[in-house]
């Protein structure tokens, strides 16, 4: 398995880091203090192709590999983690999920619209009292014959008011648990949904978290996805390449909160010499770029095994746990290099550290990695060496 890149993904990964730079850095400082969705700037994400990347043309998606689409999360998530998890959302949890289970009538009425843009999609698997223990769904879809009838709360949804499509989780049969979860698409506009407050969030603070309510939601039959009580197999199905885009994220923070601190490193002098020439702190840069490297390594892979058709959700649980710690190692350190400048708000630092947090926290928490991870030691699915054939170790 090489990483050697084509032509097509040093263009992706290039459009991404000038995006980055030109359109999302101005603004970015405000936007994180005040709370403000970056809506211009998704407006060009979708305009530019970052909003379907994996998407099938035919609708309206870029056709790109995974590993094109963490090359641009990567370089998005340098500058504004925000914007990055508005997109990885979008991409791997709401158009991947639907494009890869969704029938032909549910692609073209709401996949085509959510690839290019103009409309934003959400994942609605958390509740007040189902966030890691995913099966304990208290939403409930009743089946009605004709639909379902949708009661309960999603919380923390990402995107959460500005998405027209919620891909939403419900339990129609208690006695089967998890096997009784089905995953309908909601629209926003249906009777019965209502948004709550936005979360005063640590870190990500543009992007647009809230929980929402379905009070007596009348869901037609025709929007479940999949067989009935194939919703929690949606779900983690789709968790397991969402994963590789918040992991992408997470190597992408940590690498721009690299990126500042050996600049800084190299302009900033104390006693008498660049700061970098001083042992104490190169070894933090050292041990970062090592770090960094090997998250880029983890990160590739998962993708790369995403893409051959391999089953890579224990890689992509690798990538996610060791990239978030990374980033949050990482930006931590970034700070301690820019001493009290890291502390204040213009050096983007304390910035990024903040946004690490969220890495080690949604799309499963560093400790449901290591659940994931476990087991699959525990079942003797071991993992596999970067030059595998295929065989087992
Ligand atoms: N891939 C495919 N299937 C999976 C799976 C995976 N990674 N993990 C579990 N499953 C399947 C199992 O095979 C099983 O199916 P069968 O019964 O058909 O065999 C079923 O799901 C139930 O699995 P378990 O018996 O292992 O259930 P469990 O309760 O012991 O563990 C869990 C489940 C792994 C802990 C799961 O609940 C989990 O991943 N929790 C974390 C939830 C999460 O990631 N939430 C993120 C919210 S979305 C978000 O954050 C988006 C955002 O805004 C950015």
Request: with cysteine; proline share 2%.
């Amino acid at each position: 398995m090489d990483f050697i890149l084509t032509e097509d993904q040093k263009a992706v990964k290039e459009a991404a880091r000038d995006f980055a730079q030109n359109e999302l850095l101005p603004g970015v400082i405000d936007r994180d203090r005040d709370m403000v969705y970056p809506t211009e700037q998704v407006r060009m994400m979708g305009e530019m192709g970052f909003l379907g990347m994996m998407v099938s043309p035919k609708y309206g998606g870029g056709g790109m590999d995974t590993l094109s689409y963490v090359l641009a999360m990567e370089e998005i998530s340098k500058i504004d983690a925000s914007c990055s998890v508005i997109m990885s959302v979008n991409n791997s949890l709401v158009c991947w999920g639907l494009e890869k289970f969704g029938t032909e009538e549910q692609k073209q009425k709401y996949l085509t619209k959510l690839s290019t843009g103009e409309q934003i999609g959400a994942f609605c698997l958390s509740e007040p009292e189902a966030g890691s223990d995913a099966t304990s769904q208290r939403t409930i879809a009743e089946d009605m014959g004709g639909h379902y009838l949708v009661n309960g709360t999603k919380n923390w949804i990402t995107n959460g008011n500005k998405a027209a499509i919620h891909l939403v989780m419900a339990q129609s049969n208690k006695e089967l648990k998890h096997k009784g979860i089905n995953a309908l698409i909601v629209e926003k506009a249906f009777s019965g949904v209502s948004i709550g407050a936005k979360e005063d969030k640590l870190g990500i603070r543009a992007s647009d978290t809230h929980s929402i309510m379905y009070s007596d939601v009348q869901v037609p039959k025709e929007n479940r996805i999949g067989d009935d009580g194939f919703g929690f197999k949606f779900a983690m199905t789709t968790l397991n390449g969402g994963r590789i885009g918040i992991a992408a994220q997470a190597l992408g923070i940590a690498a721009g909160a690299y990126e500042l601190a050996l600049k800084y490193a190299q302009e900033r002098t104390s006693f008498g010499k660049p700061i970098m020439n001083h042992q104490a702190i190169a070894f933090k840069l050292a041990d970062m770029a090592t770090e960094i490297e090997a998250a880029r390594l983890l990160v590739y892979r998962a993708a790369r095994m995403k893409d051959l058709g391999m089953d890579f959700s224990t890689a992509a649980a690798m990538a996610k746990l060791f990239a978030s710690e990374t980033a949050m190692k990482t930006t931590i350190e970034a700070v301690q290099v820019h001493g009290g400048y890291g502390y204040v708000k213009e050096y983007h630092v304390e910035r990024l550290m903040r946004d690490a947090k969220i890495t080690q926290i949604y799309e499963g928490t560093s400790e449901i990695q290591r659940l994931v991870i476990s087991r699959a030691i525990l079942k003797g699915e071991l993992y596999q060496p970067m030059m595998s054939n295929g065989q087992k170790v």
